[in-house]
């Protein structure tokens, strides 16, 4: 059997249809080179097609069986904060850790919320960690907040995982007749707590890592165009691809991410054609990406990977129920906004951006 009725094979195997297969190959193959192989790889006989289904029930069965046995690795989060009692003024050092079973490189959200005892949310930050089976943030914090008990409630979260953590902290008054530290706090820059403010510390700071949590706040990919090292402007790109933007993917230069791109979007990541065709996964009852930015006529083909029905349903469109591995798709030739959902499960929500 030749390298190519192999590849073949296994992309059948894999569940792909001959039409994907085909789309994909003839960029690389002739039409009729790529139908013999088809012919080949899949003409094995009545017998042997027979005893492929039994296999097929058979291992369906073991796989549900194992599947129910496993254990699985859930996304995890901690936080630590070292001293847990600080003068106020002085620095203390919180460190984040992220873990999931994704030994590829991917970013994982992080909101943090700073708390008083009473329950009040002070201050409300949006980042996020880059995570390889596990990933860590450290960060040194010099408080400038009235002494007290506070708290750092600490959600992580992922494209279909959820975790959260907390952490406390004690700041406790200078002691009397100490100068340095009350005179530290008072010469320490003051920065607004708006956009511009956090852009002026990153400015203060050449901190390629505060343009790239920046960027995470503000909703602001232009921001990652400041980031000087091409590790964290990769990351800070990335995080948009996961957050709908698929246009990033052609500016991040790490492998492994630009492969992450490619695996959801097969088509857009390879040709040339003015036809954009991006794929959303329907996994876990939730469409993966959830928002999709692009231009005119783009074409959006949405699979199924869940073992339950859905259907994708949106003013200009509506699919039929579509079984696992079912795909369908749709072509947007004018600019807009188009919000679409799941009619048997209402909460499943996406929407598409036209530009």
């Known amino acids: 059997m030749s390298e190519l009725?192999?590849?073949?094979?296994?992309?059948?195997?894999?569940?792909?249809?001959?039409?994907q297969v085909k789309k994909f190959l003839l960029k690389y193959y002739p039409s009729k080179t790529i139908e013999t192989a088809m012919r080949k790889s899949t003409s094995k006989g009545l017998?042997?097609?027979?005893?492929?289904?039994?296999?097929?029930?058979?291992?369906?069965?073991?796989?549900?069986?194992?599947?129910?046995?496993?254990?699985?690795?859930?996304l995890s989060i901690t936080a630590t904060i070292a001293p847990e009692i600080v003068v106020q003024g002085e620095e203390f050092i919180a460190t984040i850790t992220a873990a999931d079973s994704i030994k590829t490189k991917h970013p994982v959200t992080i909101i943090a919320k700073l708390t008083d005892k009473a329950g009040t949310v002070l201050t409300e930050q949006k980042d996020f960690i880059v995570v390889s089976g596990t990933g860590k943030r450290t960060k040194a914090i010099k408080p400038v907040m009235a002494p007290g008990e506070y708290f750092v409630i600490i959600t992580a979260t992922s494209q279909k995982e959820r975790a959260q953590t907390t952490a406390s902290f004690t700041i406790l008054k200078p002691q009397t007749g100490s100068q340095a530290e009350p005179a530290q706090v008072r010469e320490k820059k003051e920065y607004s707590a708006t956009k511009e403010g956090y852009l002026e510390r990153c400015a203060d700071e050449m901190s390629d890592e505060c343009y790239s949590q920046a960027a995470a706040i503000y909703s602001?990919?232009?921001?990652?165009?400041?980031?000087?090292?091409?590790?964290?402007?990769?990351?800070?790109?990335?995080?948009?691809?996961?957050?709908?933007?698929?246009?990033?993917?052609?500016?991040?230069?790490?492998?492994?991410?630009?492969?992450?791109?490619?695996?959801?979007?097969p088509d857009s990541a390879t040709e040339s054609s003015s036809e954009d065709t991006i794929r959303v996964s329907i996994s876990m009852s939730s469409f993966v990406p959830s928002r999709i930015e692009a231009g005119p006529g783009a074409t959006i083909t949405w699979f199924n990977e869940d073992s339950v029905l859905h259907t994708v349903v949106g003013n200009l469109f509506s699919s039929q129920a579509l079984e696992q591995g079912d795909p369908f798709s749709f072509t947007f030739d004018k600019p807009g906004s188009y919000d679409y959902h799941c009619s048997i499960h209402p909460e499943m929500k996406g929407t598409i951006v036209i530009h």
């Open 5 to 19: 009725e192999e590849y073949v094979r296994n992309q059948l195997k894999a569940g792909y249809t001959k039409e």
């Open 47 to 74: 017998m042997w097609l027979s005893i492929f289904a039994v296999l097929l029930v058979v291992a369906a069965g073991l796989i549900i069986m194992k599947q129910n046995s496993l254990p699985e690795t859930p």
């Open 220 to 265: 602001d990919k232009t921001l990652c165009s400041k980031i000087s090292t091409d590790e964290v402007k990769d990351s800070c790109l990335f995080f948009f691809y996961l957050h709908g933007d698929n246009l990033v993917c052609g500016e991040i230069k790490e492998s492994a991410m630009k492969e992450s791109c490619k695996e959801v979007l």
